[in-house]
């Protein structure tokens, strides 16, 4: 099972780019990594997913280096609202252990 | 709106007792995943279902079970609580294009 390990805590301020990096050394061949965002007292909210290189979508990217150890997860222009916990996960779906680490809390300050 | 509903929202029970959570989906989706969430920490895989069969378990006893039925639906049952079973219950559910899983809102169990 691939773990991952993040930052604990980030603080940022409202209009800057946030940039989270995940580690994940042991990933798979048939690991796709995902991340989530998640609010307090709520589930986990998908934002953005990858195999390789980048992946845009209309709230974040992805970057994924060639050898697949790590991935960052870029949020450009971070509003108060992005205030949350960031889960970084990798596997596929079926018959695997998901492994949530404690997540990324991220501040994001006025 | 991820289309995935849970039931009840919040719930008290008392140590010893049973408890059944229940987790519904849109159609469309056939693996459903049930964590458990401890306040502070990122959410447990307990196990994961996928047509009507546990396909995977992550470290909970036995007195963790579940069922998953045709009509997108699934259950996480309870036996013998413990103080320590109290927690965010969160299921999950899988679509047959992709690895993005969409969770529930949660079930707040508290054991007293």
């Known amino acids: 099972l691939a773990k991952t390990t993040q930052p604990i805590s980030m603080d940022s301020y409202e209009g800057q780019e946030v940039n989270i990096t995940c580690s994940h050394n042991?990933?798979?061949?048939?690991?796709?990594i995902t991340w989530y965002q998640q609010f307090p007292s709520q589930g986990p909210r998908f934002i953005i997913q990858?195999?390789?290189t980048k992946v845009t979508n209309e709230v974040a990217s992805l970057f994924i280096p060639a050898d697949r150890k790590s991935s960052t997860l870029s949020l450009p222009r971070v509003s108060l609202s992005d205030t949350a916990v960031y889960y970084c996960?990798?596997?596929?779906?079926?018959?695997?252990?998901?492994?949530f680490g404690p997540g990324t809390r991220l501040s994001v300050l006025p | 709106e991820t289309g995935v509903t849970q039931s009840p929202t919040h719930l008290i029970k008392t140590r010893g007792q049973q408890v059944t959570l229940r987790c519904s989906s849109q159609?469309?989706?056939?693996?459903v995943s049930w964590y458990q969430q401890a306040l502070g920490q990122g959410p447990q895989f307990i196990f994961q279902?996928?047509?009507?069969?546990?396909?995977g378990r992550g470290n909970f006893p036995p007195r963790f079970s579940g069922l998953q039925f045709p009509n997108y639906s699934s259950e996480l049952n309870v036996n013998a609580l413990e103080l320590d079973d109290s927690a965010l219950y969160l299921c999950?559910?899988?679509?047959?294009?992709?690895?993005?899983?969409?969770f529930g809102p949660g079930t707040r169990l508290t054991v007293t």
């Open positions: 042991n990933i798979a061949t048939n690991d796709y």
């Open positions: 996960l990798v596997g596929t779906t079926y018959g695997q252990n998901f492994v």
């Open positions: 990858g195999y390789k």
């Open positions: 999950a559910w899988t679509g047959t294009s992709s690895y993005e899983q969409y």
């Open positions: 159609s469309g989706h056939n693996t």
């Open positions: 279902y996928y047509r009507e069969e546990e396909n």
